[in-house]
């Protein structure tokens, strides 16, 4: 057995983790360029990162290489928009060229709207506190929509804003660094009660931003669109295969924990019109129908199952002695398996792995080459298990590996290293590892058997 025939497979970006070209034709200041100064190991920053503005090409042709059917990337909002109503007339052109080279290579591009990079001229304003942010969100959309729904059918709407919000304004390890639970002893009820009110008004404006977005693409897209969203949240996955071992994961996975922002707090709301018991009592019912927009797939960006410990702020895995990978992330071969299968029997919508991936110490050795068999090793086993509960028709959209190209990895700076490409910082050298042409032999097959 394989994967459905029309099963997409590609790999994923995002824009200031690969473009560079921070301050250049006419782009403006993110949260990202103006302050991760300090926040970011060894002081690196997205200001060059793999200068994909300049090397899109390049970087095409080697997608074109490895025979990928799609190419995951997202827009930069302040390149579109770099001050409140100035629309970049350079930003547009860039996208446009990326997606027509795409296309001339035969391969389907994929756009997420927003992946993290906030317009300083919205942080100024409150940023995700702002009340008037989905509009902006529902403008900038329909300016990208406008210029590239002409070639592009596949959107995403947002991506993981259990990140942006969680680690941007509660944790404060992300930009815009804000720590909600600073100082704050998370064990106790009086402290959540605290932080509730603020985590329901982030988490309201996030969703309203994906509806209106959602309803500007249907309403402008000049290709029939196929809209999601790129969703992360904790997976459980069952202790033991048995009927009770799987309620419990599943139960787990959905629970309505109001200090987790699990799948549910941000899908029920998005796709089922139902909310966590948290949320509720901020968001009425005209805001609810504005959040809740039909979808066509279910975007979910997946690299082990875990376990967030109830002081939420700490991310303590379950997994003692796995193996890990650069990341310190335990490598949990059944997730993709379980994710696919929990996700589709509460959504009943056709899933779409958005991203998955491992951070590895990769280098060039002294053959010129980059031997990578413990991604390879990462890979066999985790798309093993999509392609079981695919056999078990499960509907999947694809599998968009991440990342095409080593990258910057946010408060990680540059060691981990989570691409099929390798990339020399220094001379800015692609170097495709061992891996790339693991990957391109499986897309040949459309399986891993
Ligand atoms: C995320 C982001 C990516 C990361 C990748 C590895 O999921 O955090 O979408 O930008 O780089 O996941 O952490």
Redesign the pocket.
């Known amino acids: 057995m394989s994967f459905s025939k029309d099963f997409i497979w590609g790999a994923?970006?995002?824009a200031y983790?690969v473009e560079g070209a921070y301050n250049e034709d006419g782009k403006g200041m993110g949260i990202w360029d103006a302050l991760s100064d300090g926040h970011v190991k060894h002081g690196d920053n997205g200001n060059v990162a793999c200068d994909h503005y300049h090397r899109y090409k390049e970087d095409v042709a080697l997608m074109k290489e490895m025979g990928l059917k799609a190419y995951r990337f997202s827009v930069s909002w302040p390149r579109i928009i770099p001050e409140e109503g100035v629309v970049n007339p350079k930003g547009i052109e860039f996208y446009q060229n990326l997606v027509q080279e795409l296309l001339d290579a035969g391969i389907e591009p994929m756009c997420t709207i927003f992946?993290?990079n906030l317009p300083m001229w919205i942080y100024e304003k409150g940023g995700w506190y702002c009340e008037e942010i989905s509009d902006y969100f529902a403008e900038y959309t329909k300016v990208v929509v406008e210029a590239l729904s002409d070639k592009v059918s596949y959107w995403m709407t947002v991506?993981?804003p259990a990140?942006f919000i969680g680690a941007g304004y509660i944790a404060g390890a992300h930009a815009p660094f804000e720590s909600l639970i600073k100082g704050l002893d998370m064990s106790k009820p009086e402290a959540r009660g605290q932080i509730a009110q603020k985590m329901a008004v982030l988490t309201k404006n996030t969703l309203l931003s994906h509806g209106k977005a959602v309803q500007t693409i249907r309403k402008y897209a000049v290709k029939t669109p196929q809209i999601g969203m790129?969703l992360?949240g904790n997976i459980y996955t069952p202790w033991e295969n048995t009927e009770t071992g799987v309620a419990e994961a599943k139960a787990q996975t959905f629970t309505e924990n109001p200090m987790v922002f699990n799948l549910g707090w941000w899908a029920d709301p998005m796709i089922l019109g139902t909310m966590p018991p948290a949320l509720a009592p901020f968001v009425n019912a005209e805001e609810l129908e504005m959040i809740r927009q039909p979808l066509d797939f279910f975007g979910y960006?997946c690299?082990n199952s875990n376990n967030y410990s109830e002081d939420w702020g700490s991310n303590e895995h379950v997994y003692e002695g796995q193996p890990r990978t650069a990341?310190d992330w335990p490598i949990t071969p059944d997730v993709l398996y379980w994710a696919a299968k929990f996700i589709y029997e509460r959504y009943q919508l056709p899933v779409l792995i958005?991203?998955n991936?491992m951070?590895n110490l990769d280098f060039v050795m002294s053959d010129g080459k980059v031997h990578d068999p413990q991604r390879i090793d990462f890979l066999q086993k985790y798309i093993g298990g999509l392609e079981k509960v695919a056999e078990e028709g499960v509907p999947l959209v694809g599998y968009m590996y991440?990342?095409i190209l080593d990258?910057?990895?946010?408060a990680?700076g540059y060691d981990?290293r989570?691409g099929l490409v390798h990339v020399d910082y220094q001379t800015q050298k692609r170097t495709r590892k061992d891996s790339s042409y693991w990957y391109a032999d499986v897309i040949k097959r459309n399986s891993v058997e």
């Open positions: 994923a970006s995002a983790q992946h993290w991506n993981e990140c790129a992360n960006n690299y990341m958005t991203e991936g951070a991440w990342s990258n910057f990895e946010w990680e981990k989570f």
